[in-house]
């Protein structure tokens, strides 16, 4: 897997975005990023995933700058029940390996 | 809801003892996959299976064993049970086996006495 360093730690406000940041400079062409996140002691959750294009679902935003070595990902409106640890992943396309988490962020969202 | 469900919630033995944990993938789903959160490990891959066979091996212990039957649900056997394999066993399911888009179950919290 590519490796990906994300912050330990970061705060937001309650109906603010959170902007959760991660650095993949080791990502190959055809490896996507993925993010998942885990409410405390709950089964981890995924959120998107993408390539180079910027994505959106009902959950998030992904943007994933030009040159693929970093992305951002967006909470456009944060609320208490988004506290919880982020991953971001780029796992390797081989179908071979099962995905591997990190230690992400811990993103903790104040009233 | 996530459609991955896992039995025990909780479950509490002593060291020594042996203990299954079970997990029934979401519907439709062939790929199974258990992984290990303890307090100071993060979260630790521990074996794949896909329509019954293994297909991936991480970080599992010789005293851990899985199985994955015709029916698709798993069992993971924890054997001489120590201490430090107090932990939170997840189970996840996948539609194909090397898919990066996993469904987890609410996970089993195991304590070692």
């Known amino acids: 897997d590519a490796k990906t360093t994300q912050p330990t730690s970061m705060d937001c406000a309650e109906g603010r975005a959170a902007n959760l940041p991660c650095n993949h400079s080791t990502i190959s062409g055809n490896e996507y990023v993925y993010w998942y996140r885990q409410i405390h002691s709950q089964g981890p959750q995924y959120i998107i995933h993408?390539?180079?294009n910027n994505e959106t679902n009902e959950m998030a935003s992904l943007i994933i700058t030009e040159d693929r070595k970093s992305s951002t990902l967006i909470l456009p409106h944060a609320t208490l029940r988004d506290t919880a640890v982020y991953y971001c992943?780029?796992?390797?396309?081989?179908?071979?390996?099962?995905?591997?988490f990190g230690s992400g962020t811990r993103l903790q969202v104040q009233p | 809801d996530s459609g991955v469900t896992q039995t025990p919630k909780h479950l509490i033995t002593a060291t020594g003892q042996r203990v299954t944990l079970r997990c029934s993938p979401r519907s439709g789903d062939l790929s199974v996959y258990w992984y290990q959160q303890s307090l100071d490990q993060g979260l630790q891959f521990l074996i794949q299976?896909?329509?019954?066979?293994?297909?991936a091996k991480g970080n599992i212990l010789e005293r851990f064993s899985a199985q994955q039957f015709p029916d698709l649900h798993s069992e993971l056997n924890l054997s001489s049970l120590e201490l430090g394999d107090s932990a939170l066993y997840f189970c996840?399911?996948?539609?194909?086996?090397?898919?990066?888009?996993?469904?987890f179950g609410a996970g089993s919290r195991l304590t070692v006495l």
């Open positions: 993408g390539l180079k």
């Open positions: 299976y896909y329509n019954g066979e293994e297909r």
């Open positions: 992943i780029a796992p390797e396309d081989t179908g071979r390996r099962a995905l591997t």
């Open positions: 996840a399911s996948s539609a194909y086996s090397g898919a990066n888009v996993l469904t």
